[in-house]
């Protein structure tokens, strides 16, 4: 088989990726290593922001997501008995949008199966040959049958655990790692959230975060130990855990209710340099990692998507590799900025077990300078509602 663009991953990239080419008649086939079904299991995030929301129309997937139009014009930040609300619009003029990254994940594979575009299932043993050269091309196995696609350009779309980083050589590739004592405790539940927009809490018994899908659909998070198992905590025990981690105004308002998905989610910070290869271009978690205080996983995802989208179209439209030839350092860029944004956001809300009295004073501190600091708040609301491309 020949295709253009051969795309491993069919996770939100590498869907969103082979989607956006679409609408300019760029052939890609998509890979993926799981089923469809596997894929829209995995709960992630449910924060999207503007660019994000572009991109989706632009890629004529957005029709659901602009009908069911959740949108927050603003976030609460809690710590003690206090808190306090950040109003997006007003500092940026934009809002955020509140969708769950399986439905962006349902609503890409819609589009594609409309559009005839292929995706494999069940992908095995990919490796990605002659990357350095003019002619890659792609082996791997399903059913045990081997196969082969030739392409012009790879994008390697297969999250933190593939191959597509492994192939850069270990001469060329940096990497810069940091990561977090402790993990995240989710829980998705029928219930309607406690607010009609986001907490997220700082207490002395830890981070707390109480999210949602829609009206009926709530998602809350506790920081937990990295030694937990969700099987360790009934879903009494989450609520009341939860309940002693929010002001009580919140916890008076809570809902509780069976949970439909409980699981346990590690915190990484991670990037990788350089994020092309010759004719191999990394893109979302393949490259890089962010702790989820901010939901910036899939946001980082989707800016990289619009910097090689457009590069590649750049190049097929008027033979011009400037756009390809620029990517890694422009996509680099913005991931830096995000994975400061998410370490910083994440230092401000989480109790570390090395923390001294000094330490928990300078975090209420900033806390407190935030409340009152329009600045800081602007900083903080341009960030959130995600930076410019
Ligand atoms: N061959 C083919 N597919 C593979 C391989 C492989 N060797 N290895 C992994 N995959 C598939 C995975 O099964 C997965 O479906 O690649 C996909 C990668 O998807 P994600 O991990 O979701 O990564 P990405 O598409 O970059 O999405 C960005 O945003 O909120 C964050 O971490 C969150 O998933 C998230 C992301
Ligand atoms: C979520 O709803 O899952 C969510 C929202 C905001 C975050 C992280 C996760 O910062």
């Known amino acids: 088989m020949r295709t253009q663009v051969a795309i491993i991953g069919g996770g939100p990239s590498g869907l969103l990726l082979a989607q956006l080419l679409h609408t300019r008649g760029i052939e890609s086939v998509v890979l993926e290593r799981k089923t469809k079904d596997y894929v829209l299991s995995r ?7 503007r660019g994000m929301l572009q991109l989706m129309d632009e890629a004529g997937c957005s029709d659901r997501m602009r009908a069911e139009n959740y949108s927050h014009d603003g976030t609460y930040i809690s710590y003690g008995e206090e808190s306090f609300r950040i109003d997006f619009v007003v500092l940026t003029g934009h809002p955020v949008m509140v969708y769950g990254q399986t439905e962006v994940t349902r609503d890409l594979y819609d589009a594609r199966e409309k559009t005839g575009g292929p995706i494999e299932f069940n992908v095995d043993d990919v490796v990605i040959n002659g990357a350095d050269g003019d002619t890659p091309y792609i082996t791997y196995t399903v059913d045990g ?8 350009f790879v994008a390697g779309c297969d999250g933190f655990h593939g191959v597509s980083r492994q192939t850069i050589p270990l001469s060329v590739r940096r990497e810069y790692e940091k990561v977090y004592p402790f993990g995240w405790l989710g829980i998705l539940s029928e219930t309607p959230p406690v607010n009609h927009e986001l907490v997220y809490s700082n207490s002395n018994r830890g981070f707390a975060l109480c999210s949602m899908r829609n009206e009926q ?13 969700p099987d360790d905590w009934t879903d009494a025990a989450f609520w009341e855990e939860l309940k002693r981690r929010i002001p009580t105004k919140f916890a008076d308002a809570l809902v509780t209710g069976p ?23 990394l893109c979302g978690d393949a490259a890089h990692i962010v702790p989820p205080t901010g939901a910036k996983g899939l946001n980082t995802a989707a800016s990289d998507v619009q910097y090689l989208y457009n590069g590649l ?7 011009s590799s400037e756009g390809i030839d620029g990517y890694s350092a422009k996509a680099l860029l913005r991931v830096w900025k995000t994975e400061r944004f998410s370490w910083w956001f994440s230092s401000l809300l989480h109790r570390y077990p090395d923390q001294s009295e000094f330490d928990i004073r300078i975090q209420v501190a900033e806390l407190e300078f935030l409340r009152s600091n329009e600045a800081a708040q602007r900083a903080m609301a341009e960030n959130y509602v995600g930076l410019p491309y």
Do not use: N
């Open 145 to 152: 049958q081997p196969r082969r696609i030739d392409c012009d």
């Open 43 to 49: 709960i992630r995030a449910g924060v999207l922001e």
């Open 217 to 229: 659909l709530s998602r809350h998070y506790i920081q937990c130990s990295l030694s937990d198992s």
């Open 313 to 319: 179209r750049q190049f097929y439209e008027s033979g």
């Open 259 to 281: 949970s439909v998905e409980k699981s346990i989610a590690p915190l990484r910070s991670f990037v990788t340099e350089p994020m092309r290869w010759g004719r191999l271009f």
